[in-house]
């Protein structure tokens, strides 16, 4: 048997000839594969649903249920407990490749005859594991990508910030629970991300979850534990939640003042016991990741409202990292602007800017309710509107910024001598809030002092979608 800390995969082999079974078995612990042998389809099954295993081999023709009947339960009608994206490698003689075709269109990634040598079975199954990794890395990383805010890096070098970098190199080697706090629009994610790319998880994926945009306690096991095949309506298939896919890697909980009581406490279990259930299943899945939680409210003070578990607040408030407001680390304004500047004149095929003193006094007093985010939008504004590669304060007044005065008591908006579109103006207004609030219209429409019936006709007017509105039907 091979030690399977050393082993390079979990292969089953669904196999009823049990003399050319063990062969294979032997060969592919030859090889440093651990193997396990099941005589026919629904053993297999069983198999799978208390096991974890990297590959299927399997025959075509079997007593029972055959290798086709296997391979379309597994990847058209969803076996319980069994990822659909397990790669099916299949066994043929060499008179059956036509039905070893048919199998390929059913969703196997390969075929081998029996005939075929040890060390070309070996290669090929290789071959599938390493395309299989690959297909997971990428849909991870894919995943992280369209995620990632756009301010990838730690810009700034004011007191707090270099105050921030040294609580995240002292975490370096640690995989201590955090819990982020700060305004929205400062960059919790942005410090998350960081805390793993310099901690033992660096390696492993990053998957966040926005507990804000999951409200609906089913919707949320759904998410983050994963769910099993007919747990709800439409849920054909089974499918892993973001615990799993953090597995060796780093699960970062944003917003998690927003679940539900309950949740929290199915949270708070998985976070002491790193096992979960997927909803609608009964087996229990080993996790190993990092945790990295943030909010935008006084936990305590949910705590003391009852809004919020206590046991939660201490499991997860082990390290705390606070992220100032802009407003209170104006130094960094100047670099931050620079830095947003240069990133969207490249995304958007522009030249580089340089922004007038007048300019940059200008955005250095404004306040920034919205923060880092609200920062990057107004740059962008700017870039995309102007003509030349300079900035000058007259351009920075005609995206609607000014400092708020203390004698008007005004908003700290102005109407551009050019006039405006009073519909585009309130558009980019309901916008910008639902940024940052990181879409939720109850936060949107709280920030723009209007009620929520009100900000719901005005996303309807614009007809404005995302991602995260989802309905779990």
């Known amino acids: 048997m091979v030690n399977p800390a050393a082993a390079q995969g979990s292969i089953l082999i669904v196999e009823d000839d049990s003399v050319f079974a063990e062969r294979l078995r032997r060969n592919l612990e030859l090889a440093h594969y651990n193997a396990v042998i099941a005589f026919d389809g629904e053993s297999a099954l069983h198999r799978l649903h208390v096991q974890n295993f990297d590959l299927i081999v ?16 597994i990847k058209q009608e969803g076996a319980d407990g069994v990822d659909p994206d397990m790669p099916i490698v299949v066994l043929t003689s060499v008179n059956s490749v036509d039905t070893a075709v048919e199998a390929m269109k059913l969703g196997a990634a390969d075929y081998i005859t029996k005939e075929s040598e ?24 894919r995943d992280q990508l369209e995620r990632r805010d756009e301010f990838r890096d730690l810009v700034g070098d004011s007191e707090p910030m270099q105050r921030i970098k040294e609580e995240i190199q002292q975490l370096a080697s640690s995989n201590v629970t ?30 966040d979850v926005n507990c804000a945009a999951l409200p609906d306690d089913n919707l949320f096991h759904s998410e983050v534990f994963g769910h099993e095949r007919g747990a709800f309506t439409d849920a054909h298939f089974t499918r892993k939640g973001r615990f799993e896919m953090a597995h060796r890697g780093t699960l970062f909980l944003d917003e998690i003042a927003e679940m539900s009581r309950e949740s929290q406490g199915k949270i708070l279990k998985a976070l002491e016991q790193q096992i979960i259930t ?25 705590v003391q409202a009852g809004r919020f578990r206590e046991d939660l607040y201490y499991r997860v408030n082990v390290i705390p990292v606070h992220i100032p407001p802009l407003r209170e680390r104006r130094a ?34 404004y306040h920034y309710p919205g923060n880092i985010r609200e920062l990057r939008n107004i740059v962008e504004r700017l870039v995309i509107r102007a003509r ?24 700290g908006f102005t109407v551009p001598e050019g006039g405006c579109d009073l519909e585009d103006v309130e558009r980019q207004l309901v916008v910008d809030a639902l940024e940052k609030t990181g ?18 006709s005005r996303v309807r007017k614009f007809t404005l979608r995302h991602p995260s509105w989802r309905v779990n039907k």
Not at 334 to 363: I, S, Y
Not at 441 to 456: G, P, Y
């Open 388 to 411: 030349g590669d300079v900035i000058a304060r007259a351009q920075v007044e005609q995206v609607g910024l000014a400092p708020r005065s203390p004698q008007s008591g005004g908003s």
């Open 278 to 302: 997927r909803l609608g299943g009964t087996r229990s899945i080993q996790v190993d990741c990092r945790f990295v939680c943030a909010t935008n409210k006084d936990l305590m003070a949910e």
């Open 439 to 456: 879409w939720n219209q109850k936060e949107a429409a709280a920030l723009l002092s209007i009620s929520v019936d009100r900000m719901n």
């Open 178 to 207: 955090v819990l982020i706090t700060g305004e929205t629009g400062v960059g919790k994610e942005l410090v998350a991300r960081a805390i793993h790319r310099t901690g033992p998880t660096a390696r492993g994926p990053f998957v």
């Open 118 to 141: 040890r060390q070309e079975i070996v290669l090929r199954i290789r071959k599938v594991l390493e395309q299989s990794r690959l297909v997971v890395e990428n849909r991870i990383l």
């Open 58 to 73: 399997t025959d075509l023709r079997m007593p029972g249920m055959d290798g086709i009947q296997l391979i379309r339960r």
């Open 332 to 365: 960094d304004i100047p670099v931050l602007t620079k830095f947003f500047a240069d990133q969207f004149a490249r995304k958007h095929g522009k030249p580089e800017f340089f922004f007038e003193e007048a300019a940059m006094a200008l955005l250095r007093d």
